[in-house]
């Protein structure tokens, strides 16, 4: 198909389920996660010939950390974070110096179990890089205690870097990419650079920040270094792939490929970023400050981790329709910037440790996926501001939200249509990203500041509202999916199901599942519940069982459902658990019920409850728990938070990446079974 | 002084600072800490060719895991660590049937901010000896924030296995541990052993376990696995040290070199324990349960990490005065014995991971130490049975106490003699766990079961609350140190401190500092007390300033006391701390006051408080904190707790190992230089 020049010299599998391009967030994001759900022959390439070791995003919303909590993630990278608590807003007073005018929180209190935080992309890429080798390794399924379903033959799988494709070529339209036909398969060409033709600017003998970057380099990242291993001559090879990811970056070669296009326009402000060490007497560096002056424009103070501190600064507008020299922005005119907003306190930077500079645009792709085989993912579909902290989030949130839909096709469990899904919830959040952006960005970057004194400038009350209203959007907590086959919304859904508002006032269907603390009736342990549901790849029946001490109908009404769940009459679980296999492998069911700790006994419950697992067929103790007090964390109030009478009880079904699909009655048997029928598909 | 035959064909240093023999947890804690305090001039040899990779001890309590919080190895424990919740209780009834008869909580709630928990020794060494690795690499320093007062020209220090010690020399007993003159330095020959000589059991190509073992390997224990750089022939060494830390386990070589004896007896009861995967229907195995069967003697079930259980199982008890033949000892014979205790619930182990037996007897070294020289540490200095998972604990916290004395003498920061508080402090907490040990062995294993339900039978009201009672001493958090320069406790203190016991009734003198949640006045912030005072070799005066926004004579005396630290008029923070290094180096004050946060301003605190620090000057902004509610994790009530008067405040001193030297008055200056001019030297 191609020139016959192609070399294939590495013993890497060329016939792919998934060609991940692009190793920044989202592209590590995908190849973890895939790798997390079993998914093993997929490659990640990336033209850059190493890692990113400092700057670039540095914002972790709550969301995101609550992502890497449940993929397993979450440990290592709360040990790495800077927390943030508190944004401080400072204004001209009317004599235009800079005042403090009011603090408010900086993660909205009770939204998350986490907080807003930074940490340089850097690390993260660190961290997804040691899980991407750890969970490639083929005895990762028996130490995570997951076992898996499918043979495992996992070659370890690495970041390629300073590999690029170059050439695409797309199968007909009405192939499938789960045939095994050659012609069926997306070819792509790859390029395999030498070492010199990829080498990042900051290697350069010649650059001049060569020695800061040595001397920041932490320990784990010193392999990743030096480039090892890159050809001495550029050579090409073929790939062929049942689906592509596209998360190469704003100038995607991916979406350029296929033919998509960004768009939208720039908003003609400018910024620049300076990370470093500060030496100061404003008062507020350790706390992160939006800052408008009376005639300088603004700024926003990040702390970060270790003692850093990052600085955007708003420079000087060009005439209209000019752009800044880009070779005029150096780390010395920015900190001047800086100095002049932040006047009359002293600013020194005597280490700075990265900056780059951007013009505020924000642009969209027109498509995201071409027929359900090629998924553009993070900066290759919207562009923004990078101030709010979102670009990171919501790209490591765009390849999450696909790779366990792709899991599933793959792996033949699910009708490959619930694809569809990717591009209608994810644009959905890219739009509101963009209009968040939009209004935030023409009230930071705002008139210029001769006005912000006068009545035609932005107001200060305005800028502060908007920057509380856009803490839960920023959060990442407020997404809300639209209606499709994984999310049952009342009315709107095409098939009908019966939603029943009382049932669960405060676990709304379409978000993301909020995690409570549960106490295990096995340990009498306090649990958070979205640990337990976790992120592997499995459906979960969280059963609210109510109060069954208490009251009998709950015992009756858990019984009756326990019997459907484990009888050949159209049970869910047994219908899509394959022959063989341990029965919670496809779809987890989680028990909570409301009655004292001390009252319960775990061989009370059902056996359908708690399966036995594994490879010694013992009991799976972590599958029932209760709403009550714990010995050493408190009461975790679920019911009440979830807004579920412990009377009736419930059932919600929250999908693999913990996004409310579904809430009906726990006596709608049939409900539950034509939920999993829209698209599962049987072993 | 030896025969010829030593080799030195490595680069290690044969003139140490300090030798470690035994590289378990006692050895690898005394390395580490060493290494975090800046003392790297040291070597760890271990007799054994690999590590522990399964079994052995298996209980962290509470104050283990505070000290590794605060050593900064807490979040890489907290994520392998099973935690306990609860303590079940079976005894049986009039039948002989046995029954759940009551529940307690673990670990005493409020006790700690940490829980009892478990995980086997071999995971402990492993973070140990990667916490080794880190700290000993030269770049150490700056990563972690902290600025080594001394030059930094560490090598990796590194477990060297299959090495023993086989003839020690001693100096005379005037000898100064500081001389630089050889023949004053302790003289220990050391024999690199062969691979063959090296191999434990575990390894022979005949060992029935091999199999279960290496399927049990962690990935990241798979390099020292199998040892290799091991001499094919073996061969001799001379090492030269200041001191030596012998923490070669209860057949210690250097206990018996220097001519020190373990006394005590054995009870004559006999324990086995079992590893392994469990099926089983008795409904308490995943919760820590005492058993005491009618007729079949006692277990204790201790559910384990990866659905791990560990068995403790009383053994038949032999003839008066016979042992049993420990190779009667099978697996499936210890399987029998908890079958039958716990009948009629049936017991299964499919899989056996490791199992040993022991008799139960505590004995003690009639001496730790050889003229302050050579230390005892450990199953060296006491033994007694495991079950009460209180072995490694004490053992590490041996060292833990020993290490930042030895790197205060070797760094001349403080005299010599505060090495004997080692010896006083340490022997103290082992005659308490022999005593506790002894009491709790005797409940446990019980006079013959059938006497268990008459009258002259141990009582199950008594074995309870026995139990109950231990669990503040088995949480290591009651330890209580004896008066000395080291701890000034009221009237018992040879130099007379006033200590005023309203200042801060719920903060006694002696034990280990309580951690509470305090707010950073600079960034708004929840933080751990103890996580800022750490333990990187540095004291640390806590200064209770009180409301010092409310109250004038708070920000009065606060001032005061400022003022005397930051003068040359005996502060002893001037005092100790060399010229040109940070002020923060040798002791660092923290201010805790009692004011809203929102009212106070970093900058309104005196400069001396919050030094400049680093290589770039930067303020330290982790010096401030106020006890106020915080945004997202409530209030620490830290005053409260303490027992501390935000009208008066006071002032906290606390040592390196954070236990509480001293409380005194915030205007009590020379009482504050007094307490370091006990044992301290001027640089």
């Not at 850097?122 to 991407?132: H, P, V």
């Not at 981790?305 to 955007?312: G, I, T």
């Not at 295990?520 to 059963?543: E, F, M, N, S």
């Amino acid at each position: 198909m191609f020139d016959s020049l192609s070399l294939d010299t590495t013993n890497k599998s060329s016939e792919l389920d998934v060609l991940i391009i692009g190793a920044g967030p989202a592209g590590l994001m995908a190849a973890a996660s895939l790798l997390r759900y079993g998914i093993s022959n997929i490659r990640i390439i990336d033209k850059r010939s190493t890692k990113i070791f400092t700057g670039q995003a540095d914002g972790l919303n709550p969301r995101s950390l609550e992502i890497f909590q449940v993929l397993g993630m979450g440990t290592r990278i709360q040990d790495e974070v800077l927390e943030l608590a508190e944004i401080r807003f400072w204004n001209p007073d009317s004599t235009g110096r800079i005042r403090r005018t009011s603090r408010i929180p900086d993660t909205i209190p009770g939204i998350s179990r986490f907080r807003q935080s930074v940490v340089h992309q850097g690390r993260i890429e660190r961290i997804f890089l040691d899980k991407i080798a750890e969970w490639s390794t083929p005895s990762h399924a028996s130490r995570t205690g997951i076992e898996s379903l499918y043979e495992d033959t996992r070659p370890q799988v690495q970041v390629e870097r300073a590999v690029c494709p170059d050439m695409l070529s797309l199968p007909s339209l009405s192939a499938s990419a789960l045939s095994d036909l050659p012609e069926d398969r997306i070819t792509v060409r790859l390029r395999h650079l030498t070492e010199k033709e990829a080498l990042p600017a900051q290697f350069s003998p010649t650059a001049a920040s060569d020695g800061i970057f040595r001397s920041n380099m932490f320990q784990d990242d010193a392999l990743d270094a030096c480039p090892v291993g890159l050809p001495s001559e550029e050579y090409l090879e073929t790939v062929h792939c049942r689906y592509i990811i596209g998360a190469d970056g704003a100038r995607s070669w991916t979406r350029k490929a296929v033919g998509f296009e960004l768009v939208g326009e720039s908003a003609n402000f400018f910024w620049g970023v300076l990370d470093g060490i500060v030496i100061t007497d404003f008062p507020d560096i350790r706390a992160r400050c939006a800052i408008h002056s009376a005639h300088n424009g603004s700024a926003m103070v990040i702390p970060r981790e270790n003692d850093l501190v990052r600085l955007y600064i708003q420079i000087a507008q060009p005439e209209q329709g000019k752009r800044p020299n880009r070779s005029d922005i150096t780390p010395e005119k920015l900190l001047q910037s800086a100095q002049l907003i932040l006047s009359p306190y002293k600013l020194e930077m005597p280490k700075v440790e990265w900056f780059t500079c951007y013009e505020i645009g924000q642009r969209l792709a027109d498509h995201w996926v071409w027929n359900d085989r090629i998924f553009m993912a993070g900066d290759a579909c919207h562009t923004h501001s990078p101030k709010t902290g979102q670009g990171m989030n919501i790209s490591m949130a765009d390849t999450f939200n696909l790779t366990w839909k792709l899991a599933h096709v793959l792996q033949k469990k699910a009708d490959p249509k619930i694809l569809k899904s990717y591009e209608i919830e994810r644009a959905q959040v890219a739009a509101e990203l963009i209009e968040f952006d939009q209004k935030f960005a023409r009230l930071f970057s705002g008139k210029p500041a001769k006005d912000v004194l006068d009545e035609s400038g932005i107001s200060m009350e305005e800028f502060q509202t908007t920057m509380e209203k856009s803490n839960r959007f920023s959060s990442g907590t407020s997404v809300d999916y639209q209606p499709s086959e994984l999310v049952c919304k009342e009315k709107t859904n095409k098939r009908e199901f019966s939603y029943q508002d009382d049932l669960a006032r405060k676990l709304p269907i379409g978000p993301r599942f909020y995690s409570q603390q549960v106490v295990g009736v096995a340990d009498a342990k306090a649990y958070q519940l979205a640990d337990l549901v976790g992120a592997d790849g499995r459906w979960t029946i969280l059963i609210f069982g109510g109060d069954v001490t208490q009251y009998s109908e709950c015992r009756y009404r858990l019984e009756k459902l326990s019997e459907y769940l484990a009888s050949d009459a159209g049970s869910p679980i047994r219908k899509y658990t394959p022959k063989g296999v341990d029965l919670d492998s496809i779809i987890n069911c989680l028990t909570i019920v409301a009655s004292k700790q001390a009252s319960l006994e775990y061989e009370q419950f059902h056996p359908v409850l708690r399966p036995k697992v594994g490879k010694y067929g013992i009991q799976a103790y972590k599958k029932i728990f209760t709403d009550d007090e714990s010995y050493h964390q408190g009461h975790g109030k679920a019911y009440e938070s979830y807004g579920i009478n412990p009377k009736v009880g419930c059932i919600a079904i929250i999908r693999p990446d913990q996004y409310v699909s579904w809430v009906t009655s726990i006596e709608n048997h049939a409900g539950l079974a034509s939920f999993f029928d829209a698209f599962m598909l049987e072993p």
